[in-house]
Nanobody
Framework: VQLVESGGGLVQAGGSLRLSCVAS????????LGWFRQAPGAEREFVAS????????LYEDSVKGRFTISRDNGVNTVYLQMNNLRPEDTGVYFC??????????????????WGQGTQVTVSS
């Protein structure tokens, strides 16, 4: 599975962005998908995940109520709608794929495939 993220950019605090991640490969829609982020000088951390069906989702506490993860299996794409952005949301956002399709994990080692990332910068 290959993953390509897009949609990052520079936005003011309180603004919104929508990230997209296209998964290629015959069985791409059978993977659970997740979003992680890495701020400058910090370790990569979990943001949100979604099962292959889209029925189950999981969010990191600081993004609950502001971010929404969704997917469209018809176009093998997962989205991360980010509203009310804060400067602390700044970082490189990575998409990742987990072959355990029903799982919504926050553990990075559960994900076998990773994209290259897209930069999100939130100014105060």
């Amino acid at each position: 599975v290959q993953l390509v993220e897009s949609g990052g950019g520079l936005v003011q605090a309180g603004g919104s962005l929508r990230l997209s991640c296209v998964a290629s490969g015959r069985t791409a829609n059978r993977y659970a998908l997740g979003w992680f982020r890495q701020a400058p000088g910090a370790e990569r951390e979990f943001v949100a995940s979604i099962s292959s069906s889209g029925f189950s989702t999981l969010y990191e506490d600081s993004v609950k109520g502001r971010f929404t993860i969704s997917r469209d299996n018809g176009v093998n794409t997962v989205y991360l709608q980010m509203n009310n952005l804060r400067p602390e949301d700044t970082g490189v956002y990575f998409c990742a794929a987990d072959s355990v399709r029903y799982r919504v994990s926050k553990i990075q080692l559960d994900y076998e495939y990773w994209g290259q990332g897209t930069q999100v910068t939130v100014s105060s």
